[in-house]
């Protein structure tokens, strides 16, 4: 069992952990994820972005959008309480090379696997500039941890509650059309990161984005996280989580994600996850 160390609630369905995960915080490398699983059994097993880690400390960081059973029941849980099993490191840490200015793009929950990445493209030496964008200014997080790893950073909001009115899409093409971008890494929800690399696909830029898809094992067993790059099926666990943008299928992609919304939308369901949250507030 894994204790969590601390808990905060960052906006209204988005909360941040600190998890007691020795081996996976010592071996952890920008990029890389993990798959959690809350509790012995069968419960369902889920991959999570890491956000941070302290080797030292022996914690990582998970910041967690509840969208699901599993997201809600973690939601529920507080500080001394713990989760089964945490595994990883795993996927391919992210390339990080000095290639001049880098572009870090990250829409909603995206943002907390891209701190780390453009943390580690500043310390290569790279001007890193980077975007975050959320719906409304509740639903941007970690503008100030974004900001200290950036040599600018642009916040924009759909509904114009703070920072630019503006899709993320927006800024990305004017930089772009500047001339001066050698890379692009963008994470976030498969369409904005599609319209990411559509945009930056006719200035010849490299584009990096890291997908997020249903996946069961984490080690290129169930197959559950395959996705077209190119005429290829990737296994995003394995091969992943980062491929070039400009040859992801995102529409295949995000069929395979929409499969099971049905069951997560089933009245039973929203009904045995309240039961669980009035049981633990002791209701």
Same mark, same amino acid.
């Given at each position: %069992?894994?204790?969590?160390?601390?808990?905060? /609630? #960052?906006?209204?369905?988005?909360?941040?952990?600190?998890?007691?995960?020795?081996?996976?915080?010592?071996?952890?490398?920008?990029? /890389?994820?993990?798959?959690?699983?809350?509790?012995?059994?069968?419960?369902?097993?889920?991959?999570?972005?890491?956000?941070?880690?302290?080797?030292?400390?022996?914690?990582?960081?998970?910041?967690?959008? &509840?969208?699901?059973?599993?997201?809600? %029941?973690?939601? #529920?849980?507080?500080?001394?309480?713990?989760?089964?099993?945490?595994? $990883?490191?795993?996927?391919?840490?992210?390339?990080?090379?000095? @290639?001049?200015?880098?572009?870090?793009?990250?829409?909603?929950?995206?943002?907390?696997?891209?701190?780390?990445?453009?943390?580690?493209?500043?310390?290569?030496?790279?001007?890193?500039?980077?975007?975050?964008?959320?719906?409304?200014?509740?639903?941007?997080?970690?503008?100030?941890e974004m900001r200290s790893v950036s040599d600018e950073l642009?916040?924009?909001?759909?509904?114009?509650? *703070? $920072?630019?009115?503006?899709?993320?899409?927006?800024?990305?093409?004017?930089?772009?059309? /500047?001339?001066? &971008?050698?890379? @692009?890494?963008?994470?976030?929800?498969?369409?904005?990161?599609?319209?990411?690399?559509?945009?930056?696909?006719?200035?010849?830029?490299?584009?990096? &984005?890291?997908?997020?898809?249903?996946?069961?094992? $984490?080690?290129?067993?169930?197959?559950?996280?395959?996705?077209?790059?190119?005429?290829?099926?990737?296994?995003?666990?394995?091969?992943?989580?980062?491929?070039?943008? !400009?040859?992801?299928?995102?529409?295949? %992609?995000?069929?395979? #994600?929409?499969? *099971?919304?049905?069951?997560? /939308?089933?009245?039973? !369901?929203?009904?045995?996850?309240?039961?669980?949250?009035?049981?633990?507030?002791?209701?």
């Open positions: %069992m894994r204790r969590i160390v601390r808990k905060r /609630q #960052l906006s209204e369905n988005v909360f941040q952990f600190v998890v007691e995960a020795p081996h996976v915080a010592k071996a952890h490398r920008p990029g /890389q994820f993990v798959v959690i699983q809350l509790e012995d059994e069968f419960s369902e097993r889920i991959p999570l972005s890491v956000a941070d880690w302290d080797p030292e400390a022996g914690t990582i960081t998970l910041i967690v959008q &509840v969208v699901g059973k599993t997201t809600r %029941m973690l939601s #529920l849980r507080q500080e001394g309480e713990g989760i089964a099993h945490v595994l $990883g490191p795993l996927g391919n840490p992210t390339d990080i090379e000095k @290639v001049g200015t880098v572009v870090c793009v990250g829409g909603g929950i995206g943002t907390a696997p891209l701190h780390p990445i453009a943390r580690a493209f500043r310390r290569k030496g790279n001007r890193v500039i980077s975007i975050i964008g959320a719906r409304t200014k509740d639903l941007i997080i970690l503008e100030d642009i916040v924009c909001t759909d509904d114009g509650s *703070y $920072g630019r009115k503006a899709l993320v899409t927006e800024p990305l093409k004017e930089l772009c059309e /500047q001339g001066d &971008v050698n890379e @692009v890494v963008a994470i976030g929800p498969p369409i904005m990161m599609k319209f990411c690399a559509e945009t930056t696909r006719s200035f010849g830029i490299k584009t990096v &984005v890291s997908l997020n898809t249903i996946m069961v094992d $984490g080690t290129g067993m169930c197959g559950g996280c395959r996705v077209k790059v190119g005429d290829e099926i990737k296994f995003v666990c394995v091969d992943g989580p980062e491929f070039d943008g !400009h040859l992801v299928d995102f529409d295949g %992609m995000m069929r395979r #994600l929409a499969a *099971y919304r049905p069951m997560e /939308q089933e009245k039973d !369901h929203r009904c045995k996850l309240e039961l669980v949250g009035n049981e633990r507030r002791g209701e």
